[in-house]
């Protein structure tokens, strides 16, 4: 008999559009690292696809010179220490969105989400003033606690969108095996919308560590960010192409990270977020 | 959805957000306020201008020469990122190792720092030494984005497109891998093309993420900043000065701190408003 | 309306199956005669989802033949199968109307517009959809809608057989007495075969003119039920 009629094997031709559309991605991204291949002077010498003068320099100084490595280790600090303030404060206020009706429920998770339409070109220069009014301008803190504006409200959102999936019966039956609330939120239902938690913490950590607007009007030597460090870098040190090719490099590495392991449910995330 | 009881002591779950949200918004937002409604000469002594700066930003041609160009910006990446993230998503596969491969590879550029992206397109986009500029040269194409607006312009929506695409593609695949299996097979037995499969089952399923995607792409495409600044710095001239880049350019440039402030209320205003109007015709359109 | 043969079908759904444990059916041989009332019962996960699919065209078999009358419909697409088939959960088209989810399966045949407007008032008619036709499906109840799948599959003149994969899984406990009784009616009325899948004895005896019951021969470590039919299908006729 034949067999396999008709199986689900993928036509070559559906991989076609991902795949020239991938491939549209990554031409800058390649030519980004070729650039960081590069010797200055191979650079500002002409045209060449390949790096003819393969050089490690780039990421030498980099990896030696302290003022670029610290704007690195700056920058993962704060969003890391948003990424649990942000997470950690949006859980409670997530629970009562998707499990209560509250005075003004409505209009406050709609307040919240407008703070994400807020641009930060409004706030750069009051944020300049107010943290420089309460002593914490240049500190790690700062810049996570603005990030806090944007992915607060976002945290909110993708996990009120977890939490309602979750049936209220979970809730009941703890109760009636006498669990305390906070015994039962942080044993049950935190492991329940585990995933939730893991998409929240993603897009925070995304939108914090690709924000560099606020992250660089709120630092300026001790907790310098990667962002200000390349600009001013680059501006000091004249137009080095090939140093700033390969800083920028580098920052693609823990975002490539990151994606990788919440690979399986970005996608997810995305879709159980409610307007 | 669950049906919800009255608690007014759920309050208390979210005092904590309200606090630290309205900390970073409310301050900010009044000292605008106050820069705004007020002429200040330092010293914290403010004299009452009331609405002059409004009056001033709203006449101005600069504001609605920015304006214009965000509007146009706006309306021009949507239009191209939104169906050509629904199509590329709908050719993805659904299920096998690619998905993984193809979901990692597209969210990549979501991922990397703004400024990053803008330095990567400037780079790219050389007409001597990049990619981009020196292939096009090459083939014939007169282009360096420097000096003509209109090769300016093409670079930034390519940018854009590059950076963001992605974004619709994965909410677009996330609305289509919910669709249940069934959908599909009693379209094939009610005979229904392709199309029929997309206009009646696909599109109406995926609405609900694609509104996500368009406020998300609409918010975010309206404060751009930093990669354009990097890229164009506004320029040639001012031709790729959105409102952002104009904004700061008052505020920071000239030191204009009235109207710059006057102009922030306007354009946060903008944005609201225009989410506002777009979220309720969704929604009056889902009652119907 | 034709008679059904399935003959020797076996179906694994992986790619290369070698032992007995791979197949989700295996040695299947049916008849379902013109115009009968089947109800296959059993389990979940015992394949009769799969033979459904099989019967529809949705899947093709590893090894067999699948016979509508005499024709041999084994390699044929679905839609020539002229098949109508109802889910376990409601499939409606949301963004459109009652009558335009009746009428969409005509419209896809090309079928003037005037005949199908008259098949598709006298389907609501049958199934008391009449009121709100012009109203958004999405807006209906869950019976509403499983009517409407059901109403779809009603206004072909052309379909050979019915298929019903667990109908009322969704549906209100008193609202399942009332739909099982219609579909029963209908039956009477339109004599299309039908096959209705469940795995609920009332609901199979109540429908059926003849019962196939599955059962799983032994649980194999995948959690995957064989079904062999010599050994463990048994006929219940009235």
């Known amino acids: 008999m034949n067999s396999n009629r008709r199986t689900a094997a993928i036509p070559l031709y559906r991989l076609l559009v991902p795949a020239i559309y991938i491939l549209f991605l990554m ?128 945290a909110v959102w993708i996990l009120e969108g977890f939490m309602s999936g979750i049936p209220k019966q979970l809730d009941e039956m703890a109760y009636v095996d006498g669990y305390s609330f906070p015994r039962f939120f942080v044993k049950i239902f935190m492991p329940a919308i585990a995933s939730g938690i893991g998409v929240a913490a993603f897009f925070c950590f995304m939108y914090s560590w690709v924000e560099m607007l606020l992250s660089k009007t709120l630092t300026s030597v001790a907790a310098k960010s990667i962002a200000a460090t390349m600009t001013r870098t680059a501006s000091t040190a004249g137009y080095e192409l090939g140093l700033l090719a390969a800083a920028g490099a580098l920052t693609i590495i823990p975002g490539a990270i990151v994606i990788y392991f919440v690979r399986n449910y970005i996608a997810k995330g995305f879709s159980l977020g409610r307007v | 959805m669950i049906s919800k009881s009255v608690k007014q002591s759920a309050w208390f779950f979210v005092i904590p957000v309200v606090f630290l949200v309205a900390f970073n918004a409310l301050i900010p937002l009044m000292t605008v306020v106050n820069y705004a409604f007020q002429e200040t000469f330092g010293d914290n002594v403010f004299f009452w201008e009331g609405l002059t700066w409004f009056e001033q930003v709203l006449n101005s041609d600069r504001f609605h020469d920015a304006f214009l160009r965000q509007i146009m910006f706006t309306s021009i990446i ?211 | 309306m034709a008679k059904i043969s399935l003959q020797d079908i076996r179906h694994s759904y992986l790619s290369n199956p070698r032992l007995d444990v791979d197949f989700a059916l295996k040695h299947i041989d049916i008849v379902f005669e013109d115009g009968g009332a089947y109800a296959l019962l059993g389990p979940s996960g015992c394949g009769k989802t799969t033979l459904l699919g099989i019967v529809s065209g949705l899947v093709s078999p590893t090894s067999g033949r699948v016979l509508f009358d005499e024709d041999d419909v084994t390699d044929m697409d679905t839609i020539h199968r002229h098949i109508a088939q109802v889910f376990q959960f409601p499939v409606i088209y949301d963004t459109m109307t009652v009558f335009d989810n009746l009428a969409f399966p005509l419209r896809n045949r090309k079928i003037p517009e005037t005949d199908v407007s008259s098949r598709v008032l006298e389907v609501a008619k049958m199934l008391d959809l ?88 032994r649980q194999l470590p995948r959690l995957a039920f064989v079904l062999n039919m010599s050994d463990s299908v048994s006929r219940v006729s009235r």
């Not at chain 1, 390649?30 to 490690?56: A, C, H, Q, V």
């Not at chain 2, 695409?165 to 249940?180: D, E, F, H, N």
């Not at chain 3, 899948?197 to 005896?205: K, R």
């Open chain 1, 27 to 154: 031409l800058p991204i390649y030519w980004l690292l070729s650039m960081s291949f590069k010797t200055t002077n191979e650079i500002l010498g002409g045209f060449s696809f390949f790096p003819r003068d393969f050089t490690l320099e780039n990421y030498i100084e980099i990896f030696t010179d302290p003022t670029w490595y610290r704007g690195y280790l700056n920058s993962i600090t704060y969003v890391v220490i948003n990424t649990v303030i942000s997470v950690t404060f949006a859980l409670p206020a997530a629970y009562a969105f998707s499990r209560y009706r509250f005075l003004g429920d409505k209009h406050l998770f709609f307040w919240l989400l407008t703070n994400r339409m807020a641009p930060p070109a409004v706030f750069a220069l009051p944020f300049f003033q107010l943290y420089a009014a309460i002593d914490l301008y240049d500190t790690h803190i700062a810049v996570a606690l603005a990030h806090c504006l944007f992915n607060i409200p976002l």
């Open chain 2, 78 to 288: 949507l239009l191209i990122e939104v169906p050509l993230g629904i199509a590329i998503a709908l050719s993805m596969p659904r299920k096998g190792p690619w998905v993984s491969v193809c979901l990692v590879l597209m969210a990549l550029p979501l991922l990397i720092p703004w400024n990053v992206v803008g330095a990567m397109w400037n780079i790219f986009a050389l007409p001597d030494i990049g990619l981009l500029g020196y292939s096009l040269n090459a083939i014939g194409i007169d282009y360096n984005f420097t000096q003509q607006p209109i090769s300016a312009w093409i670079t930034t929506i390519l940018m854009d497109v590059w950076h963001w695409t992605s974004l619709v593609v994965l909410l677009a695949y996330a609305g289509l891998t919910a669709i249940p299996e069934a959908y599909y097979q009693a379209a094939k037995i009610d005979g229904a093309s392709k199309w029929a499969v997309f206009k009646w089952i696909q599109l109406p399923k995926m609405k609900r993420v694609l509104t996500i995607a368009i406020l998300l792409r609409f918010m975010d495409s309206f404060m751009i900043y930093t990669e354009l600044i990097v890229l164009t710095g506004g320029g040639p001239g001012n031709s790729t000065t959105l409102l952002s880049i104009d904004l700061v350019k008052l505020a920071l440039g000239q030191f204009d701190l009235g109207p710059a402030a006057a102009m922030s209320l306007v354009y946060f205003f903008v944005v609201l408003l225009i989410c506002w109007v777009f979220y309720t015709l969704m929604m009056k359109n889902e009652q119907q």
């Open chain 3, 130 to 217: 009449e009121e709100g036709i012009h109203r958004r499906a999405a807006s209906l109840t869950v019976d509403g809608k499983q009517k409407i799948s059901l109403g779809r599959g009603l206004v072909r003149e052309d379909v050979n057989v019915m298929m019903f994969d667990e109908p009322l899984t969704v549906i209100d406990q008193n609202m399942k007495w009332e739909l099982r009784s219609k579909l029963k009616e209908l039956h009477q009325n339109v004599r299309t075969t039908m096959i209705y899948v469940t795995h609920d004895q009332t609901e199979a005896l109540t429908f059926a003119d003849e019962v196939l019951a599955f059962k799983p021969v």
